[in-house]
């Protein structure tokens, strides 16, 4: 089955910088565009970040447009989302999923970010 398997969160001072995984099985990983997706306390799931299968297209949320980058290795079908220069308000859940408005596959229990001194 379907297994999003998320790691690489923690706690760090604004300013500081994360490298979170996500380890996916069960489907063609590297036929499938992906998204970072992050929900924080009392917010709704918001999408932060996009990458096509093949890596050449990304997107980002304009919150952390500048600071967050994505990436991916199909061989090794693992995600990742590198942020830097990390604020308050990046606290949150992260979790990763297909690129989708509202068809998804189970999600995985995602990686604690917490930005804080």
């Known amino acids: 089955q379907v297994q999003f398997v998320e790691s690489g969160g923690g706690l760090v001072q604004p300013g500081g910088s994360l490298n979170v995984s996500c380890a996916a099985s069960?489907?063609?990983?590297?036929?499938?565009?992906l998204s970072w997706y992050r929900q924080a306390p009392e917010e709704e799931r918001e999408r932060v970040a996009t990458?096509?299968?093949?890596?050449?297209?990304?997107w980002y949320a304009d919150s952390v447009k500048g600071r967050f980058t994505i990436s991916r290795d199909n061989a090794k079908t693992t995600m990742y989302l590198q942020m830097n220069s990390l604020k308050p308000e990046d606290t949150a859940i992260y979790y990763c999923?297909?690129?989708?408005?509202?068809?998804?596959?189970?999600w995985g229990q995602g990686t604690q970010v917490t930005v804080s001194h």
């Open positions: 990458i096509s299968k093949r890596g050449g297209i990304t």
């Open positions: 999923n297909v690129a989708s408005d509202n068809n998804y596959f189970t």
């Open positions: 069960g489907f063609d990983f590297s036929n499938t565009g």
